[in-house]
């Protein structure tokens, strides 16, 4: 149904925001308040004469605030897709909300303005179109995400034209993505990360001395505990039939000099199959124990870190490591009770954690006996949390 | 001689959803060099190639409990695994056609594995093959490089999980046989475990199925640098055995080799005449 121009033409002939309520009208008798509300916030600004510059960009902002409330719009969390999960977890300390509204009011609302004659309304209604049309063609979303990788929201902000071009390059790969393209796609992708200027190997260089130094973040003493290892814990213990290698060298070697499990299983002759699953199972285990239960060899940081991360367990692997048909047995409750960065005292005695889940009804005794809760532990459970706090720690470190 | 998707009578052709290249850049844009960062783009795409294609198959999968979705140079910047819960770990290598002459397979990816998939990639990045797939091997016969000729229908790999889950299944139960099981190999995981009995289990005629049973728990205890008698008095009480109980090695491998037996008659249990198609 077309409607009646109340408004002189602008001075190019076409009123945009006739336009725009052109194309809004057929949503003029749905049941929504909030499409209604839209409609007439339109109506109201396209009633004013283009002459009245003031009045009529007051009433633009009136309908640009509606944007805000928008049911769709983007929001950090709302319903997060796995990759905004992935990066949430990476950058937990990020306030991505502050971002999300910075992006929001400084690039995507001006872009709104001056892009409204492109906003075609598909959609059965027309403030989630609308909220679409923002999220995607205006790309709040992808912005949002560009920002909470980089961390720099600023480049989101101020650079927004090379960011596009940036973009329409990935956009051009990602539509028809080849094998020959991809190494330049990656070489361009690795040189945002890397500080303007630097060249591609002298990054590499400097990124390993980092990764090395980063490596070495369990504090010099550490470092020097491990190296003396004064209580001769770690030299006395080594796999089977292989005295040389040593719980200490293997430490040294493949934790704090990150040197290749395949070609440290080389040097001393162990098959890579033995070597690998005796470190995850025994060394890993062995190693953790003497990280936890001696003291200061982390900062407090980073033991809240690890006690976030076994409290949350975001990935479930504590939690599903449970004894069969017990899972309140599991290897999270067992860490929570066991390890001493979760008390001060000396480790819950496992006679008593066993009373305490009897007395939940977690588990009929006998179904499990004490000795067989510590060996779950032992065996099982502990080695899955270490190799999981040495997982998180080392990312963290990269990161 | 390099190969082309038209040798593989069984491959499945697959359009990727825009997903998996997003994720590829993502992670390959963290490494520090193009050539890991293309691998790790390919390794991504792998993954998430089968991540679907289970997905099509009504087969959960769970790529963020996966290793290949955390690659960084401090552990695994080749990982390419994928988690199916309930049934372990499956490798998702690429292969590049046009350029491979045989599926390759890592040092780092046989530990901890219970399939091993070929991922076919020509120019076009979009669109993936999914060539076949390989069983775990006994840990005497493995090889980095292994002829395409060897890899098994992609149709099939659903059952093959399927199969490997009702194993696991029994293998974690507190059976009185699965309990002796895990006593004496500890060296593997459950998951690839039950993998190395699948093999022996499918690959053997019915003769042989008992020694082959006997090599996995005899080759697992050996791996630890164990004999088989000092494998059983880790835990007598397990083999009904006293800690004074004075039996000699042959006595042991005789404890085992019926431990193998009765793993057997489980194993007919569960997975019954079924045998794997050869191609």
């Keep these: 149904m077309p409607i009646t121009i109340q408004n002189p033409a602008q001075p190019d002939g076409i009123d945009l925001w006739a336009n725009v309520l052109n194309r809004m009208m057929p949503y003029k008798h749905n049941d929504q308040d909030l499409d209604q509300r839209l409609i007439a916030l339109v109506e109201a600004i396209v009633q004013i004469p283009p002459d009245e510059v003031e009045q009529r960009e007051a009433a633009i902002d009136r309908f640009l605030g509606m944007i805000y409330c928008l049911p769709n719009l983007y929001f950090p969390g709302k319903k997060e897709t796995p990759r905004e999960q992935f990066l949430r977890r990476q950058f937990p300390e990020w306030d991505r909300e502050a971002v999300r509204d910075r992006i929001l009011t400084e690039v995507v609302i001006p872009k709104a303005k001056a892009k409204i004659h492109e906003f075609y309304p598909t959609g059965k209604y027309l403030a989630p179109t609308l909220g679409n049309w923002v999220n995607r063609k205006l790309r709040l979303y992808y912005k949002c995400l560009d920002a909470y990788q980089n961390r720099r929201p600023d480049a989101a902000l101020d650079n927004d034209q090379d960011g596009a071009n940036e973009r329409l390059e990935w956009e051009i790969f990602a539509a028809n993505p080849t094998l020959s393209d991809l190494e330049d796609i990656i070489a361009q992708d690795q040189a945002k990360q890397r500080p303007e200027g630097m060249s591609a190997p002298l990054f590499a260089e400097v990124a390993q001395g980092i990764a090395n130094v980063l490596g070495q973040t369990p504090t010099q003493r550490f470092i020097t505990y491990v190296k003396d290892d004064p209580q001769g814990v770690l030299r006395a213990k080594s796999p089977p039939n292989y005295p040389a290698c040593t719980y200490q060298v293997l430490i040294q070697r493949i934790f704090l000099n990150q040197d290749d499990k395949t070609a440290v299983a080389k040097e001393f002759s162990i098959p890579y199959q033995n070597l690998n699953p005796h470190y995850n199972r025994h060394v890993c285990p062995a190693f953790i124990q003497r990280l936890i239960l001696e003291e200061g060899f982390f900062d407090p940081q980073d033991y809240d870190k690890l006690r976030h991360y076994i409290d949350q367990d975001p990935l479930g692997l504590l939690q599903n490591c449970y004894k069969p048909q017990m899972p309140k047995v599991n290897a999270q409750f067992l860490a929570q009770q066991r390890l001493r960065i979760y008390r001060e005292a000396d480790p819950v005695p496992f006679e008593d954690i066993w009373n305490s889940l009897i007395q939940q009804q977690a588990m009929a005794p006998s179904r499990l006996d004490c000795d067989q809760l510590e060996k779950f532990w032992v065996k099982t459970a502990f080695p899955l949390v270490a190799q999981e706090a040495l997982r998180v720690l080392a990312y963290d470190l990269e990161v | ?279």
């Excluded at chain 2, 087969?59 to 409990?65: A, H, K, R, V």
Aim: aromatic share 8%.
């Design chain 2, 1 to 279: 001689m390099t190969i082309t998707v038209e040798q593989f009578d069984n491959a499945i052709s697959l359009e990727l959803p825009q997903d998996a290249q997003e994720w590829a850049r993502l992670f390959a844009a963290k490494q520090g060099d193009v050539a890991t960062g293309k691998q790790v783009y390919l390794n991504t795409l792998a993954v998430y190639a089968l991540h679907h294609y289970l997905a099509q198959q009504s087969i959960e999968s769970d790529l963020e409990q996966s290793q290949s979705w955390y690659p960084h140079a401090l552990s695994a910047p080749n990982a390419a695994d994928l988690l199916v819960p309930g049934v372990g770990r499956v490798e998702c290598r690429p292969v590049l056609l046009q350029a491979a002459t045989a599926f390759e397979i890592p040092d780092t990816a046989w530990d901890d594995r219970v399939a091993y998939v070929a991922i076919g990639i020509e120019e076009r990045l979009d669109r993936v093959y999914l060539l076949g797939y390989l069983p775990v091997r006994s840990p005497d016969n493995l090889m980095q490089s292994i002829p395409f000729t060897q890899l098994l229908p992609m149709a099939d790999l659903p059952d093959h999980l399927h199969f490997l889950q009702e194993g696991l299944t029994w293998l974690e139960s507190d059976d009185e046989v699965a309990v002796q099981v895990r006593e004496l190999q500890e060296v593997y995981s459950l998951t690839h475990f039950v993998a190395q009995l699948e093999t022996a289990y499918n690959e053997t005629e019915d003769v042989f199925q008992d020694s082959r049973i006997a090599d996995c728990l005899s080759g697992a205890a050996s791996e630890m640098g164990l004999t088989a008698r000092e494998a059983v008095l880790k835990s007598p009480a397990t083999f009904g055995l006293k800690a004074e109980d004075d039996l000699s090695e042959e006595d042991m491998e005789d404890m085992v080799g019926i431990l193998a037996e009765d793993v057997l008659d489980k194993l007919r249990q569960i997975w019954g005449n079924r045998r794997r198609r050869v191609t």
